[in-house]
């Protein structure tokens, strides 16, 4: 019966890895099939791309877990001045055809699916690989006048958000004034309290666990409260935060307006 249903499993992958190269045939004309044919082929990177989902995986619940949502698809400089032309629609086409693998196989997605194509100078032509990490999707509520007067910033998942006094909660809540869907964190998981410094001296950074279920980690420990400085890693569930200062504030003081 197992046997049965892996085989069932592996009868819709192939169908749907099937259908997205006929769509891809539909789309972009015979040059794209001419220009992919000795080198790496669109459906190896899509077959991929769903091996990496099966074998990232995190259990969230009996039903739903989480994978990967951040990809980087490493080539050959030769096939990837070959792809550059279609480069866009494949990856349209491929966040498609990920989010169908996902929906089938009840995946969870942390945040939008990103797939950016890069070179790699160890990889001859026809060979690739994948990087993958799950980012999750990150909202802060600061206003422009608040980033203008930042003395801090926690930079996310590649953002970047204000740390001005007297501080901010973070968590995966509305009510958190950094919101982050990390199935990992606590709707208020933890809080940054900052004290701006006098005159040239830095601010003063704390953060606080706030009885959070998985707790926080600073720069690879685990604890329930830490001092921060330029550079500290706060981890909390999948996604680390880093302490960044901003050392040209014209007046530090103003920061808590």
Known sequence: ????????????????????????????????????RSAVQ????????ER??????????????????????????????RLAPYDSTLARELSDQLQT???QQGYVFPGPIRIAFEPSDDLTTGRFRIRSEAQAKVVGTASQTQVRRAIAMLEVNGTRHPLNPPGLVVGRGTDADLRINDPGISRRHVEFLVT???????????????????????????????????GSHVKVGTTTMTVRIVHDVVDPGAAGV
């Open 52 to 81: 990496e989902l099966d074998q990232n995986t995190q259990i969230l619940s009996r039903d739903r877990r989480l994978v990967p949502n951040d990809f980087h698809v490493e080539l050959s400089d030769t096939d990837l001045s």
């Open 42 to 49: 669109p459906v190896e990177i899509a077959a991929a791309l």
């Open 196 to 230: 701006a410094g006098r005159g040239q001296e830095p601010p003063t950074i704390e953060v606080h666990d706030l009885g959070s279920t998985n707790g926080i980690t600073v720069d690879g420990h685990k604890v329930p409260r830490a001092a921060l400085h330029e």
């Open 1 to 36: 019966m197992r046997r049965a249903g892996s085989e069932q499993q592996e009868e819709v992958r192939m169908g749907g890895l099937q259908r997205f190269e006929r769509r891809l045939e539909s789309m972009i004309s015979g040059a794209f099939a001419r220009t992919f």
């Open 101 to 103: 693998h996902a929906e």
